[in-house]
């Protein structure tokens, strides 16, 4: 049996029916009750979400800004900007739209301001549109330029015999053409279990690798755990393992010539998903001219091994 090691920071107490602690994000399963909101976790929030999330909220933002100065400028009078249609939604409308080059700095020139009020508003507006877009456009660098690793992994656990053991495993791929410098693995076993006081608790195991880190990683990297006396896994049958409530938390870092730095990433396997008896499908192949071809279709393509 595997020699437990300490708490790697997750905490030993645990539940009979404990969730997946990665996401398929990579991020920890954590729900935050009663979390006071700061302001400045705005920035690491907005350079977090998803690109359609971070576009939708600028774009509500702009809408809702446009309203808001476009109700002002009905409130003072709409024939400060230009005459009355008689409408009130027509009103709104010019309003809006005057509203909107204003804030774009753009200036039709069809409307303008006529009055002492309508000016001092104009003038408050084009300055809030000039900080928006200045904080949009440094939002959006930062969401180009954050170290972000794009690795792949297979959506299958296997489990299949090696050697005169057994072993699981799964593979993993640069998701960006670039190549990945010392990328190196690190995979801790989870398992909730219970006591005889009828608590749940978590005992931890780091899974020996057949080879945890390699040079560079140009196509696909089988990551592989041999199932031997000295693996946590060795007194489990097969139909046992898959029963267990346990997580493989994996973690790969590596050095991205693209942002010159060390970069990570991390995700999860539960053993209730592993699939017994199959084996990847070879996802590389050299074609006539002799070159490497990596078919990212078949990445997560696995087979039946034949008894």
């Not at 031997?228 to 590596?254: A, C, H, R, T």
Request: charged content about 20%; hydrophobic content about 40%; overall charge positive.
């Amino acid at each position: 049996m595997g020699k437990k090691i300490k708490d790697p920071g997750i905490g030993n107490s645990s539940a009979q029916y404990v969730g997946r602690l990665i996401n398929d994000n990579g991020y920890f399963n954590v729900v935050h009750l009663n979390k006071s909101r700061r302001f400045s976790e705005a920035y690491n929030f907005l350079v977090s979400i998803p690109w359609w999330q971070f576009f939708g909220l600028s774009f509500i933002s702009y809408v809702i800004a446009n309203i808001f100065f476009a109700l002002v400028y009905v409130g003072i009078g709409i024939e400060q900007i230009t005459n009355a249609s008689g409408n009130t939604f027509q009103d709104f409308l010019n309003a809006f739209f005057f509203s909107a080059q204003t804030f774009t700095t753009l200036g039709y020139g069809a409307m303008s301001p006529a009055g002492i009020a309508s000016g001092i508003i104009s003038s408050i507006e084009a300055f809030v549109g000039l900080m928006f877009f200045a904080f949009a456009t440094g939002l959006l660098y930062g969401r180009f330029s954050k170290p972000k690793a794009a690795i792949r992994f297979t959506k299958h656990l296997i489990l299949k015999n090696f050697g005169e053991n057994k072993a699981i495993m799964f593979r993993i791929e640069n998701n960006r053409k670039s190549t990945m410098i010392h990328p190196k693995v690190a995979v801790t076993l989870t398992l909730s279990r219970k006591h005889k006081k009828g608590e749940y608790v978590n005992e931890f195991y780091n899974l020996e690798l057949e080879r945890d880190t390699i040079n560079y990683l140009p196509t696909t990297w089988t990551v592989v755990h041999e199932i031997d006396k000295k693996s946590p896994l060795y007194n489990f049958s097969e139909k046992e393992l898959v029963k267990q409530q346990g997580e493989l938390i994996v973690m790969v870092s590596y050095y991205d010539e693209s942002f010159n730095q060390e970069v990570h990433q991390m995700y999860s396997y539960m053993l209730s998903e592993v699939k017994v008896n199959y084996k990847f499908v070879q996802a590389y192949y050299y074609n006539e001219k002799g070159e490497m071809v990596l078919d990212h279709k078949l990445f997560d393509c696995i087979e039946s091994i034949k008894s």
